[in-house]
């Protein structure tokens, strides 16, 4: 069953049915402030970090479900509603909400009054600016109250939700004018408030929640809407809230609106206040100012789309699968920045209070963005180099706000450093950047030890190499990719962090992963060193990999499939030899992207293995058989029920590289078929089974042995943005960046007779025509570049501004 379309055109997701199976969620804001929206007004502000700079208040796992947010209320006699449904839950008489990029637009109707709420954050200023319309499409003259309700969250949103004998007793506001201050905090050590403004006079206010909701009222059933009055309450202290209240005669036809701002103001610490404690307010003012009329919504509305219409201009297919073009030229890109903003903090999954930036994480997420704004990229690389330890190691995560390493989860996560050689090298493939390699970049956060990135890289590689086990392969650590296959871990007591009890390095537990890893990436490195001249350590660099993958066929493989691990005992983990668990998705895709087997016959094996053990009509789950009991030996795997998560559940992010081993070895039918099976947009018609939003990935989908098969959880934040753009971009329709130039190289459906890109490679605009007469899978036989017979190779670089490109396949 559908809920809504996409509107292609207007790049957009129009929700039709606001009881979506879950609240289906978009993401305001690119730069600074960010503002999670679901389709019915939940959701919640924070400025750059969801934990200590958490603006509005949020409550997970609640009930009823999604009640915090930026609701509109509308009191039209004795009717109570809000334009998008919730929390009041009165039936509407229309309802649609559009998600579009960087903002979203709800509108409501109920009794021939009509709701809009435009929401969006502009580009560069810290602010959720809403415009709502209120429209008397009846034929009599109307008397109706509005009101606009947030909850202030006390900035730290883990001392917000824990804390309770120190922060009832700390919240303060002001008001001003058409203002709502949120001051919390700002007397002792904070140079930043909220503001809470309207461009037109309110009625009344509020800002104490007691008296808009009633000490035991609710969001359903507001005191302050059911009176049609708010109390112009100030909070002292308990849970300070912003609400403005507009009484409205509106006659048959006519309409009002109102813009309201939600805005975080930061002041400088010398200047914080003009007079014993009276807040300074310019800064505040200036924001206001900026966004107070209508010409100015409208500016930001279309400053934003300019924004993305050209950013997505850079990177654009045309196949004859609408549902291809709208993921590469919308939504997946849409999805790649957002977990580039994002990593894994904030979505309706992850409370932005447990983790940071993820390293493993963000390297990662930069695969699918640096072609975008790829000086942002160049800065998030550096950033997270500068959390790497000096051994080579990383910290596991960092706080995007201090950008330092997180040391309550530390390091010993041994795929991490590699990590950063896949996202360096990505981006040098793109931009042609050589001299990032040269930027000195702190280890550890610590200046004193500061190196040039290339020598962080050289780390990554020898820590790898420093790091071997018994057969060679590398040592695990607490992890590698999977997080919660944790071999040195050993948890007996409830409650303990499978990824931090127990010794961070065990002496024999090896990854066949990492060393699949290392032989990819490894090889990267090495093409770096080679590239710059660096010969004999190149050299040896190629040694270690080609020995590295030697010893992944000599002790990493199973005879049908490449093995998962040895365990702390030295026993094998994903073999035929184990009662459970005996083949994972992992090492199949990473060890043949590397390249191994490929010519002697294992790759060929291992992914019919996968087809044959793995794959079910949802993708491919991650292990099989699921594990059904919980393995000290093993970890956190082992701790879900069959079928989800880590445990045998289909992984969305590890689908895209059993994939792009297909595309390795030319099978392009094979390749797009296992790409439709975890594509959101691809699901869209089966929504109540897969209930994320048809729009973009979700982490994990139900296996097979899960009684919900089907059922996708956790979406948004998930590597698998960045890597099923990659696997379809470069993979699938094979453009792919390389040092030299773009080289074309699709793996497509036999079926595929033409295609088209526009593809902005390093200030030329390529305009590709790939056609496919002989209705091959693979292989290039011919490349025109303005009409001009190439070698088949990568393209060109050239100084021209648009290039037209023909490639025949074949
Ligand atoms: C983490 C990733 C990890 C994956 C698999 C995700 O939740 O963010 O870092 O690779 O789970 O365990």
């Known amino acids: 069953m559908k809920f809504g379309h996409f509107d292609d055109q207007k790049k957009e997701y129009v929700i039709e049915k606001y009881a979506t199976p879950l609240p289906w969620i978009n993401y305001l804001g690119s730069d600074s402030f960010f503002t999670l929206l679901s389709n019915t007004a939940g959701g919640y502000s924070f400025y750059k970090d969801a934990r200590l700079r958490r603006v509005t208040r949020y409550r997970y796992n609640n009930l009823p479900l999604d009640q915090d947010g930026f609701h509109i209320y509308i009191k039209d006699g004795e009717s109570i509603w809000n334009p998008g449904w919730q929390p009041v839950q009165s039936e509407l008489d229309s309802y649609q909400c559009r998600h579009g990029l960087g903002y979203s637009v709800i509108t409501g109707s109920k009794n021939g009054i009509e709701a809009r709420q435009e929401l969006l954050v502009p580009k560069h200023d810290n602010i959720l600016l809403q415009r709502v319309t209120i429209r008397n499409n009846s034929t009599a003259a109307k008397d109706i109250d509005m009101f606009s309700f947030v909850e202030f969250c006390l900035w730290d949103a883990m001392d917000d939700s824990t804390n309770f004998q120190r922060n009832y007793s700390t919240g303060e506001v002001e008001v001003e004018g058409n203002v709502i201050y949120h001051k919390t905090e700002y007397r002792e050590r904070r140079d930043h408030y909220a503001i809470f403004y309207t461009n037109k006079p309110f009625d009344s206010f509020d800002t104490s929640r007691e008296s808009f909701m009633g000490l035991y009222g609710s969001p359903r059933n507001p005191q302050a809407v059911l009176q049609g009055r708010c109390g112009n309450s100030l909070a002292h202290g308990w849970q300070p809230v912003g609400a403005h209240h507009f009484h409205l005669h509106l006659e048959s036809g ?104 993820g390293f493993r994480d963000s390297c990662q997420d930069l695969l699918g963005f640096v072609h975008m704004i790829p000086e942002k990229a160049r800065e998030r690389i550096l950033d997270i180099a500068a959390t790497q330890k000096a051994d080579g190691g990383a910290y596991h995560q960092y706080q995007p706000l201090t950008k330092k390493g997180n040391s309550d989860i530390g390091g010993g996560f041994n795929d991490d450093p590699l990590w950063l050689i896949a996202c360096t090298d990505a981006y040098i493939r793109e931009t042609g950047d050589w001299d990032i390699l040269k930027e000195k970049v702190d280890f ?225 039918d094979r390749a797009f078929e296992l790409y439709k099976k975890t594509c959101p947009a691809f699901l869209e018609e089966i929504s109540e089974i897969h209930r994320t939003e048809p729009y973009v990935y979700c982490q994990m989908v139900a296996g097979k042995d899960a009684p919900t098969f089907g059922e996708g959880k956790n979406s948004w934040l998930t590597g698998t943005a960045a890597w099923t753009f990659t696997v379809l971009t470069e993979g699938i329709l094979g453009i792919q960046p390389d040092y030299e130039g773009l080289t074309i190289n699709p793996c497509i459906p036999h079926t595929v007779r033409q295609f088209k890109v526009n593809r902005l490679f390093r200030g030329t605009m390529y305009h590709i025509t790939i056609d496919n007469p002989d209705g091959v899978e693979k292989g290039v036989r011919a490349i025109k570049v303005n009409g001009e017979s190439v070698p088949v190779g990568p393209l060109p670089l050239t100084a021209d501004k648009e290039v037209n490109v023909e490639i025949t396949m074949g």
């Open 254 to 357: 006519e309409s009002f609106s109102v813009i309201i701002g939600l805005g975080y103001v930061e002041v400088p610490v010398a200047e914080k206040f003009i007079a014993p404690s009276v807040i300074n307010k310019k800064n505040a003012y200036e924001l206001i100012n900026k966004y107070s009329t209508d010409e100015q919504f409208d500016q930001a509305m279309n400053n934003l789309k300019d924004f993305w219409d050209n950013l997505l201009a850079g990177f654009e297919v045309h196949t004859d699968n609408e549902i291809v073009n709208r993921m590469v030229n919308i939504w997946n890109a849409y999805q790649c920045m957002v977990t580039f903003n994002m990593s894994r903090s904030a979505s309706y999954f992850e409370s932005g209070i447990g983790r940071g930036m």
């Open 444 to 668: 550890d956060n610590n200046p004193e030890l500061a190196d040039t990135l290339l020598e962080h890289l050289r780390r990554s590689f020898n820590y790898t190499l420093n790091n071997l086990g018994p057969h060679k392969l590398p040592l695990i650590g607490r992890a590698d990719w999977n997080d919660c296959l944790n071999l040195n871990c050993f948890s007996e007591h409830p409650g303990e962090s499978f990824q931090i009890t127990g010794p961070s390095e065990g002496p024999v537990a090896e990854s066949v992963f990492i060393a699949g890893m290392f032989v990819k990436y490894g090889r990267e490195y090495a093409n770096i060193l080679s590239h710059l001249g660096i010969r004999e350590e190149a050299d040896k660099a190629y040694r270690a990999v080609e020995q590295m993958s030697k010893t992944i066929l000599e002790s990493g493989w199973d005879g049908e499939w490449f093995l998962r691990a040895y365990d702390a005992f030295g026993q094998k983990v994903g073999s035929h030899e184990c009662d459970e668990g005996q083949i994972f998705i992992e090492p199949q895709g990473m060890c043949i992207m590397a390249g191994v087997g490929v010519e002697t016959g294992q790759a060929q094996k291992a992914l019919d293995s996968v087809k044959e053990r793995l794959d079910t009509r949802f993708g491919i789950v991650l292990n099989n058989p699921a594990y059904t009991t919980y393995r000290l030996n093993l970890g956190e795997i082992s701790s879900y029920p069959p079928g989800y998560k880590e445990n045998a559940g289909i992984f969305c992010h590890n689908n895209p590289w059993v994939i792009f081993a297909e595309t390795i070895m030319g099978h392009g």
